[in-house]
């Protein structure tokens, strides 16, 4: 069994680690062993079943039929081989281990975010999501070895330790009938997943206090912490810094949205900051739309990291600072020069200030934001640090191997680029022109899937429009389109640049890395320009072909010391914002070539199911639609 699951995760282009493995041969047999002996050998194990949207995975769900009612019934379980660990902070939600120094999630608390994750994000679980109950199977441990789980008590948080195996046979009895119903599992693995809200759309319910974002695994690890930091503000004990890391489409703006929303519920005082004009404007812009009390203007709540260079010391309870990345040495207005570096500035601000960023999303020579340097400034001031570094994937499909091709395709991790072999929940594909990439993608966006077309800064950029229209700036042969508007008063129907990625009008200009950075769209369009090209198998940068004038002078003069790595950075964060799938086309006839033979073209195949994959259905979801249909037409 343990071969077995470990090949198809691997195929699915996961990384599988020996300490992984073994893993599996301490829990599985033991929990396959217990079902026997229980008389429940006929039970549906779906083992490491893939979260829709997400490159994270369960355990194992059992699977079957409700004894009286035959209705489909599910337990979802996280095996641990744990046999002691003790509680971290004051509510029991983080737990310490003596074989690691970092807080772990308590395993309860885990189980309980995967029941709430799918019952949210598949539509045959929502109908019913009683049918879902989840336990933490803990075969080494003992009642008196770990800490019972958190309040409040409910089945989606069960917790099993050997001695307390009386209650289990009574539990499952009632739960499953000993009979097997094979529906059950085909029921989960076949239902449509639900139509996913983009993070903004969300985040605008969690402001006006009616969603929320269900966080898993690390991510709640980081939010827990962040609370935990509060609780010890209160009590007057040392100040903490939270640094929370990740790559695109981990859950950092997740995380930091949802904290903004609890802390701003509990009346704290918690301010939201990006270094991102079109992020911090379209928050907002949707927190307008929320009813909030007039003391939380939007304009008050969602700031940018220059507002914090006066105000009192700890003034604010929380700080979040998103898109980290983004922090400048130093705040500048006109020729005034803050006196402190901008990251003591904004630890200054609050009791907790948090930090959430991306190492690898820096795009400008004075962009200087890096768990470094933060751990560095906090450690300075003499305060403690938490860090948490994120791992699970949430956008691209939740596909870790597209995640893969991509750091690859740019040399951003030790291997060369290879051919593309497919996943079901990512499409991608290879344009054959501009015209053609802009035709497949106006068909998604105008059946109500966001799409949008963005591309490297290296054709010039008219700032003003021109009788009420923008300039067609970027121009490939006979095909000419804007880039996203300048201005903050456009002309009717087209978005200003702070609204590119979000307005439905935004479709129509070509966006560049500061309006698609921080943003998610279904549908992503990326053309390559002649910045990055590939020349004898391999890409390489040309910082003069660019036109941004943050890297490059008026006279050519290349501003920035590493133009080769804010380049290849840039089109890391361009290729990983679509949701479903991402089109790609290069103006350089050799690189075209070279994507080409790593692309593979289109082709029709039946739907295949595999442990932890969606059947694709009759369902509207493009990210687990067959690669043939990205081209169809209108």
Partial sequence: MVDEVSAHLVDAG?????????????????????????????????????????????????????????????????????????RYDEVGCLLRARWTSKPLLHPSVQVEAYCSYLVDHLER?????????????????????IPDRPLPRTYRNMLYTPDRAERLPG???????????????????????RQSARLLATAADEVGNRGHFVLLDKQREAYELVMRAVRWADAGRRKRVVIVSGGPGTGKSAIALDLFADLLRKGRQVNHAT???????????????????????????FKYFMNFTTGRKNGLDVLICDESHRIRERTTRGNWRAPRPQVQELIDAAKVPVFLL??????????????????????????????????????????????????CLLGLENADPHRWIGDENFRLGLANSPEEMESILRHRNDQGETARISAGFCWPWTLQARNGRLAPDVRIGAWARPWNAFEEHPPPGIPSSSYWATDPGGFRQIGCIYTAQGFEYHWSGVILGPDLVVRGGRFVTRAGELRDSKLVSRDGRIK??????????????????????????????????????????????????????R????????????????????
């Fill in 14 to 86: 996961y990384s599988v680690e020996e300490p992984e493995r073994e893993s599996w041969r301490s829990s599985l047999p033991v929990l396959a062993r217990h079902l026997c002996e229980l008389g429940f050998s006929d039970l549906d194990a779906l083992v490491e079943y893939q979260l829709p949207r997400s490159s994270q995975r369960i355990d194992v769900i059992l699977a079957g039929a409700e004894p009286t009612t035959l209705r489909p019934a599910y337990l979802v379980l996280e095996l641990k081989q744990w046999s002691e660990a003790e």
């Fill in 125 to 145: 679980l929502r109908e019913w999501p009683e049918a879902v109950h989840g336990m933490a199977y803990l075969h080494n441990a003992t009642a008196d070895s």
């Fill in 171 to 193: 539990y499952l009895a009632a739960r499953f009938s000993r009979v097997r119903d094979g529906r059950a599992a085909q029921r989960l693995l076949t239902s449509p997943v």
């Fill in 275 to 301: 270094g991102s004009k079109a992020f911090t404007r379209t928050l907002q812009l949707y927190a307008r739309e929320q009813p909030l009390h007039p003391s939380q203007r939007s304009d008050r709540l």
């Fill in 358 to 407: 991306d190492d690898h999303q820096i795009v400008r020579p004075d962009e200087v934001g890096s768990v470094a340097a933060i751990r560095e400034a906090a450690e300075r001031l003499d305060l403690e640090v938490d860090d948490v570094t994120l791992g699970a994937q949430f956008r691209c499909g939740g596909s870790p191997r597209y995640e893969r091709w991509v750091r």
């Fill in 560 to 613: 920035a010391k590493n133009p080769d790595r804010l380049i290849r950075n840039a089109y890391k964060v361009l290729l990983t914002r679509g949701l479903f799938g991402t089109l790609l086309y290069s103006v350089d006839p050799e690189t075209q070539e070279f994507l080409s033979r790593l692309i593979p073209p289109p082709r029709r195949r039946g739907p295949v199911v595999a442990p932890g994959v």
């Fill in 615 to 634: 059947r694709v259905g009759d369902e509207r979801v493009g990210a687990q639609q067959e690669l043939s249909d990205f081209r169809r037409k209108n």
